[in-house]
């Protein structure tokens, strides 16, 4: 690891402020993905802004009827909430699944939805990266790629979004809050908050430098039977191959989201519309477009059957 500073912020904007003061600064929070890629040095930064004591650590509700989770709320004390449990059900199950019981304990809404890719050779130093290194290309492209992207992706970077509890947010709706270094805040759908990789991987969501995450908001409750199924190679503590969140509604309309499979968390508006009409139907939408390698086209097939299962077990429940 290398050698940087620290400071601990006494609110958002201050912290915004030292972190757009200096280049190479970062905001620390849980440090469940960041720490661990400092140790391998696949992040480097040079000096880290603590914002464990800014607040940001309670749910509330909002005027609107939904929720308003402030960024630094841990994964356990969200999935556990009563009314996360009770009217965003898709949500609490992501998160569960997700990671171990220690892990959830530290680790933050906002650091989930920032933690960066699984994809090996990110973590591999030794081998190019254009996620790591912009420019040095990309080993996975003709290497071992099962776990990887099969749609969204580009000629520069095929590495997917590891997060649970994002998919699940992407399925709700939920909307990004933040705050920048002169105290401007914004808005942001969760839809447009990831970016897909194009020329530029290592750009991985719109914020600014500097632009620090408040809070997530879901909006309220839209019923319906909720679900999320992450299919893995083993059955804990590890990242999905294939991950399904839906809600259903009594009369067969409803959402699906996909994780696993994308730069992002995966929805298409024409696999909504065609929900009604069984899986099959919803993964043509879902992948139209898809380019799987020579190792992953599996994932296409495995994640219709679990969003077939998915949909089974919601006519039942």
Not at 11 to 35: C, E, I, M, Q, S
Request: hydrophobic share 45%.
């Amino acid at each position: 690891m290398r050698a940087f500073t620290y400071e601990r912020a006494a609110d958002p904007v201050a912290a915004a402020r030292a972190v757009a003061a200096r280049p190479g600064a970062k905001f620390l929070a849980g440090g469940t993905n960041l720490l661990d890629l400092m140790k391998i040095e696949v992040e480097t930064p040079v000096h880290l802004v603590d914002v464990q004591d800014i607040g940001l650590d309670t749910i509330t509700a909002t005027d609107g009827g939904g929720l308003r989770i402030g960024a630094l709320v841990t994964n356990t004390a969200l999935a556990a909430d009563p009314r996360v449990r009770r009217d965003y059900g898709a949500l609490t199950r992501a998160i569960v699944a997700g990671a171990s019981g220690q892990l959830r304990n530290k680790a933050t809404t906002a650091g989930n939805l920032l933690q960066r890719t699984r994809c090996p050779y990110f973590y591999d130093t030794n081998m190019p990266c254009n996620k790591r290194t912009p420019g040095a290309g990309c080993a996975a492209l003709g290497g071992v790629s099962r776990g990887l992207a099969v749609i969204g992706s580009s000629d520069a970077c095929i590495a997917t979004h590891p997060s649970d509890m994002a998919v699940a947010m992407r399925l709700l709706d939920a909307t990004v809050e933040t705050v920048n270094a002169e105290g401007r805040t914004r808005a942001i759908p969760i839809a447009d908050f990831h970016r897909l990789p194009g020329d530029t991987p290592h750009i991985e969501t719109v914020l600014t430098p500097g632009e620090l995450i408040t809070a997530v908001t879901l909006p309220k409750p839209i019923g319906g039977v909720q679900g999320y199924e992450k299919v893995r190679d083993r059955a804990s503590y590890a990242f999905a191959l294939v991950s399904v969140a839906t809600v259903i509604q009594p009369d067969g309309s409803g959402r699906v989201a996909l994780g696993g499979v994308a730069h992002k968390p995966w929805r298409v508006a024409a696999a909504d519309a065609a929900l009604p009409q069984g899986a099959h139907a919803v993964a043509a939408q879902l992948f139209a477009g898809a380019r799987p390698t020579r190792d992953n086209g599996f994932k296409l097939v495995l994640a219709e059957r679990a969003l077939a299962g998915v949909i089974a077990q919601t006519r039942t429940a």
